[in-house]
């Protein structure tokens, strides 16, 4: 496990910057929302302050893909590849490196909007009565979501690299063939994927209740998710883990 | 200059080891084809390198020899024919005993060359940080230094470094001479195959430099449009000729 973790620690220092800018730009995003909460409400700035979460599923994804391609980018695809640790190790390390920077990422921006939370008195705002929430209710719809948002930046990171490694295996138009091959690459597994899901549809329901904001004030809405989607998402990922793996083992040129 | 070489001593200790290294051929290339769309870089080579000996691989640009080093290094796959390495296919066991040395500098330019080296370690137990101590002085290079800041010439010093630093039973050079100053030239080459060198290693050095480069062959292969167009050992070709490899060169690639 020492070589894994040796890359994937690599992989942290190589993303540090990624991560600092990101930083950087969030802190300056709530500053400025900051100064705007007089004249857009406090409310608004608070939601917009939000608003980077839903982008950040995108930069991890993107920051998956950053990690393999800059190895070719930057010309240091040869010596990485030269080491002994198999093309799974590989992107496994990338992937669990560009997981955790989400994940790091995710928490600052979610700290950062707290922040914002606290400070409702200084601009007359109440506390939102998050104590009041049945979170017990709660649960289940939080763990399906946060594991779906995982599940999404996975999925989509993996399909970015093993698109990317798709275009490596030629020595022209490898740009082109990358994009072709995430273009494929997505609809094939989402059409698949819907379909699979379709055919396990026997497989029992998991009911779990969600939590909605109306006219009338909070109310708990009653939902079941299917579970043939969390075993077509698994047996997706791991086949594009596995496919990735083998072109960086055996395909790839460098 | 004394080093003490830890992998040297192991070998000592375990003739048994050496002896497999020895009776087993380090490469075996058959019928190799290398195509990148309709060119060949590589056109049926059919090659044996023999373990212990210092191998040059000759050849004008464009002639396979990069292609071909990095198919031995399990860096590229070939289009039809076999590659073994100590009997084996190049993989992951392969890459742990073979030390690939690119022309171009590989390594990652944010790390410090300390810093690179324990990356480096720890992917590679052979590599002796005694060794790469008494290297970093022999080549004039700083531990703190910056992978990014280096001179041309220093990156290529740092590829003998790390390179040199490991127990390798075979070493993949490719042009490892350029970028190094001429005065400097004589010296590396003497540590190459001199007092850094153990053994039981098998070196194949691809070069330009043929006149500087040729004492230290015991066997060259000259390489033209990818095939071999004259190969054996280096001696025994310069007594039936009458000619110098350099002379050799013109005559049989021009």
Redesign the interface.
Known sequence: MKPFFSLYLKELRASRGNFLIFLAAIAALDVFLMTRAASWGYWNVLAASFVPLALLIFLGMLQALLLVRDEWKAGTAPFLRSLPISGWGIVGAKMLAAFTSWVAMSLVTLALSGIFHACAPWFGMEWLPLAELPWSRMIGFIVIFVLGIMGAVLFGGIILQSAYLLGRIVNRFNGLLSAVAGVALMYVATRGGDWLAGVLSFLPKIPFEVPSFGSEGFAIVSQTLNSGAIVVLVLELALLFWAAGWLMEKRAES | MSVTMQGQNQYQQAPAAVHAIYEQPAVQLTGLVKR??LNKALDGVDLTFESGKVVGLLGHNGSGKTTML?II?????PSSGTVKVFGMAP???T??R???L?E???????MTIDYLID??K???PDLSWERAEVLKKFMDLKGESKVGALSKGQQARLKLVIGLARNADLMLLDEPLAGIDPPSRARILQALVGEFRQEHQTLIISTHEVKEAEPIFDHVVFLCEGKVALQGDAEALRASTGHSMEELFGEVLE
């Not at chain 2, 290094?73 to 796959?77: E, Q």
């Not at chain 2, 500098?105 to 944010?110: H, L, P, V």
């Open positions: 990148y769309g990095k290094a399990g860096l590229r796959s993989g992951v066991k890459k742990q073979v030390a690939f690119p171009v500098n590989a390594y990652y330019e944010w990356f480096a720890s992917f590679h």
